[in-house]
């Protein structure tokens, strides 16, 4: 088991290459099982969620070419549409899988997700939606069973919440299915753009992603393209974070402000002084002082729940208090008693945190809970008087490619290292 050690203290100062979003790359792997011959994605983060992803299509049958950042994949000779337990459960967005497999197939045996650590996570919207499509399914010894022997058919689907993976998986089945598709209140966030914008490459004829009205005309068939992977808004907003608790300046390359519209004006409002540049912008705090502002979380363009314990690990350390509130899942807090450890103020009340600025935090022993917990308690750490070490640091590995080597290059003191394996 790894550990990372962190001393806090020093302002990050200097450059940081934003990569490929995670969540980008999730649904455009899955979409390799929708189309035929070579498709070619480049600007993939390096990431244990991708090697899941990875590991689940090559399982199914696709032949996988991994070489850094570009993964060549070919589903010609698919020979297995069951997706099973052991690794779903290890990456819950193996869901995206379903669409593809029932739109191209006619056939799929996906195993239920199951909960996580920030909610239960159901997926009922992907499973309504794909009956509205025409698709039988059954829901027995965890897994969906889905069949559509005579393939899939248009349908107008009404979602009853907005849900980014149920929108992705959507999107994928409608265009193979026959006749039109509209999808309504569908997610907005920049990853389904992506997402749509290959599946053009594709041949696909979609008009309206990034609004809440995508509507998707079906083909015959799709055919293999190339395509490089969105910037990743997370890790950009992360780091933007990042220069300013530690009362420094970055400046953020291969990103785009405008991927981050209300978290960047939420930031500007706590004092942030931002910069745009010709592939991204530069941060730095407004001379030490984080102004607190309020957070509620909302689909995007709201502001991003991903980016929801950044957030108040930089609120730890404003001046008067911050109310952040929760609205997309049941149990996103468990950042909550870590950062208390290391002397925050905030008391949660439901699904609202009211977080009482303090003049500084200290380094502590802490346990990363959930992939966006864990940086939280990073960024935290770098801010912190003393030595923080974070524990259970594989959920950083999920989310965010070469943390370490990002941060030391920018004045970081941050180090892993390996222990006997933990309780
Ligand atoms: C995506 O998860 C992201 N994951 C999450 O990022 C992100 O937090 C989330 O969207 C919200 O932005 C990927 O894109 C791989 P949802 P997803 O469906 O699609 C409820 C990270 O840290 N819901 O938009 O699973 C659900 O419980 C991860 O990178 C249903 O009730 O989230 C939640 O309350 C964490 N039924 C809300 O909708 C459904 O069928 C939004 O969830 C689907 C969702």
Not at 124 to 135: S, Y
């Amino acid at each position: 088991m790894d550990r990372i050690l962190i001393r806090g203290g020093t302002p990050l100062n200097g450059s940081i290459q934003i990569s490929g979003a995670k969540n980008a790359a999730l649904p455009l792997l899955a979409a390799g099982l929708l189309c035929e011959g070579q498709y070619n994605l480049s600007n993939v983060p390096q990431l244990a969620d991708i090697t899941s992803m990875v590991d689940l299509l090559t399982q199914h049958g696709c032949i996988i070419s991994v070489d850094g950042n570009n993964i060549g994949i070919n589903s010609d000779n698919i020979t297995n549409t069951t997706a099973p337990y052991d690794l779903v459960r290890r990456m819950r967005a193996s869901i995206l899988v379903l669409g593809p497999l029932i739109a191209r197939f006619g056939v799929a045996r996906v195993s239920l997700p199951g909960g996580c650590a920030i909610g239960t996570r159901p997926v009922d919207v992907h499973i309504k939606g794909l009956q509205k499509l025409g698709a039988q399914i059954e829901l027995s010894e965890g897994y969906i069973n889905a069949s559509a022997p005579n393939g899939l058919v248009g349908a107008t689907i009404s979602m009853p919440m907005v849900s980014v993976t149920a929108t992705e998986n959507l999107l994928m089945a409608a265009t193979l299915a026959k006749g039109e598709t509209v999808l309504i209140n569908a997610a907005r966030e920049p990853e389904i753009i992506d997402l749509a914008n290959c599946l053009k490459g594709m041949g696909a004829i979609i008009e309206g992603a990034g609004t809440d009205r995508i509507i998707i005309q079906g083909v015959e068939k799709l055919n293999g393209t190339s395509h490089s992977v969105i910037a990743d808004r997370i890790e950009t907003a992360t780091y933007a974070i990042g220069a300013i608790i530690t009362q420094g300046e970055l400046t953020l390359t291969h990103t785009d402000l405008s991927l981050i519209p209300t978290v960047s004006e939420a930031l500007a409002r706590a004092g942030a002084i931002i910069k745009e540049t010709p592939n991204g912008f530069s941060i730095k705090a407004n001379s030490g002082i984080i102004t607190g502002v309020d957070v509620i979380t909302e689909p995007y363009p709201g502001f991003a729940t991903d980016i929801q314990a950044q957030m108040m690990a930089l609120m730890t350390l404003c001046t008067g208090a911050s109310m952040i509130t929760e609205t997309i899942f049941e149990n996103r807090f468990m950042h909550v008693p870590e950062l208390a450890r290391m002397g925050a103020n905030i008391t949660v009340h439901g699904s609202s945190a009211l977080v009482r600025g303090v003049s500084q935090l200290s380094g502590a022993e802490v346990m990363a809970t959930d992939l966006r917990a864990s940086v939280s308690l990073v960024l935290a750490g770098l801010a912190a008087k003393g030595d923080t070490v974070l524990s259970r640091v594989y959920h950083l590995d999920r989310g965010y490619e070469k943390l370490e080597q990002k941060l030391t290059q920018c004045g970081a003191h941050i180090e892993r290292y390996k222990v006997a394996a933990e309780a």
